[in-house]
Nanobody, 126 residues
Framework: QVQLVESGGGLVQTGGSLMLSCEAS????????MGWFRQVPGKEREFVAA??????????NYADSVKGRFTISRDIDKKMVYLQMGNLQPGDTAVYYC?????????????????WGQGTQVTVSS
């Protein structure tokens, strides 16, 4: 059974940093794109960042709203994906979801990802 388990969320002040981690289990994801989405109550899930599979040279893709502030990375051997978040703003407050695809392309569409974690809350206080 495929599982994605997020950790690292919490409360941080404006301008602060957090690193989210996601541990994958149940299958090999080395060739698959993985990424992060976020959601605020009452709104649709929003793309944050994704990283390609080994065949795509682990290419990165970011939402414009987080470019220059967030960095996605992965450890293939450990089946881990990370999201380093810096200069956090109140608008970044959301539940953050780890996702994994069947294919290698780091796409921004939620429908491209077959596997979703349960989410971790990130709250940025002003």
């Amino acid at each position: 059974q495929v599982q994605l388990v997020e950790s690292g969320g919490g409360l941080v002040q404006t301008g602060g940093s957090l690193m989210l981690s996601c541990e994958a289990s149940g299958r090999t994801f080395s060739s698959a794109a993985m990424g992060w989405f976020r959601q605020v109550p009452g709104k649709e899930r929003e793309f944050v960042a994704a990283i390609g599979g080994v065949g795509w040279s682990e290419r990165e893709n970011y939402a414009d709203s987080v470019k220059g502030r967030f960095t996605i990375s992965r450890d293939i051997d450990k089946k881990m994906v990370y999201l380093q978040m810096g200069n956090l703003q109140p608008g970044d407050t959301a539940v953050y979801y780890c996702v994994a695809s069947h294919g290698p392309i780091p796409q921004a569409m939620a429908g491209s990802y077959a596997y979703w974690g349960q989410g971790t809350q990130v709250t940025v206080s002003s």
